[in-house]
Every structure is written in C-alpha cells, then in structure tokens.
C-alpha cells in the first residue's frame, strides 16, 4: 500500500478572517448533497464548522 502525506495548506493558501469562503456542495448524512451557494442565494445562515478527525 502506498500512502501521500496530507498537504497542509500554506499561511497564504488559508482563508483569511473575514474573506467569503470557496463555493462548495457536500452530501449530508443521508448522501444528499447540499450547495453552499444555494444556502446563500436563499438567505439562510450558514455556520461552517471543521473538526480534526483524528480518533
């Protein structure tokens, strides 16, 4: 098995405090996919949260 070491993002690849994030669509628990864009266009509050996932 061959394994790439994860590329961790450089200081001037990160999103800075305050800058609107990147459009995405992610699935949910279910495999649905939900759009950033889409939350956004219809006004909805967004809250992104990241978690490590090392467990």
Wanted: proline letters at 13%.
């Amino acid at each position: 098995m061959e394994t790439t070491p994860a590329r961790h993002p450089r200081e001037q690849d990160a999103p800075q405090v305050g800058a609107s994030a990147p459009l995405f669509t992610l699935p949910d628990e279910k495999g649905q996919p939900h759009a950033l864009a889409e939350a956004l266009r219809a006004g909805k509050p967004v809250v992104l949260f990241f978690m490590r996932g090392e467990w």
